[in-house]
C-alpha cells in the first residue's frame, strides 16, 4: 500500500519482484496470528526462499505447494523452491508438494 504500482514497474520483472509483497505473504499480513497452525495452499509457482522465513516465523503447520521440480531447472522458481523446500523441513512443517498434469486436453 502506498508504493507506486505503474505500468512501468511491474512489467519489468526483476523489478517488479523486487518490489511486491508475494502473495505468501501478503496472505500471513491478512491473517495475522491466526495463521498460527493453519495449512498454507499455494497455486502456480513453487514457494519461494524469500517466502519461506515468514511462512516459517508465522506458526503454518502444513504447506500444500507446487513442487520444485515441476518447472524446468533454469526457471528462477526451481532452486528457490528448493531452498524452501529444504527450510520447510527443518523447522518441522509438513508439506504436501503437487505437480501440475498436461494431458494436452486443456
Not at 516465523?57 to 500444500?64: D, E, L, M, N, Y
Not at 521440480?69 to 532452486?79: G, I, L, R, Y
Amino acid at each position: 500500500m502506498g508504493v507506486e504500482d505503474s505500468a512501468e514497474r511491474l512489467t519489468d520483472t526483476a523489478v517488479k519482484l523486487e518490489l511486491v509483497v508475494h502473495a505468501e505473504v501478503n496472505a500471513l499480513i491478512a491473517a495475522g496470528a491466526r495463521s498460527a497452525g493453519s495449512v498454507l495452499y499455494v497455486w502456480g509457482k513453487p514457494i519461494c526462499a524469500r517466502c519461506a522465513g515468514p511462512i516459517i516465523q508465522s506458526g503454518v503447520k502444513r504447506i500444500v505447494a507446487l513442487s520444485p521440480d515441476s518447472v524446468p531447472e533454469s526457471s528462477k522458481w526451481h532452486q528457490t523452491g528448493k531452498y524452501a523446500y529444504e527450510m520447510f523441513r527443518e523447522a518441522g512443517i509438513e508439506i504436501d508438494l503437487y505437480t501440475i498434469v498436461n494431458d494436452g486436453d486443456a
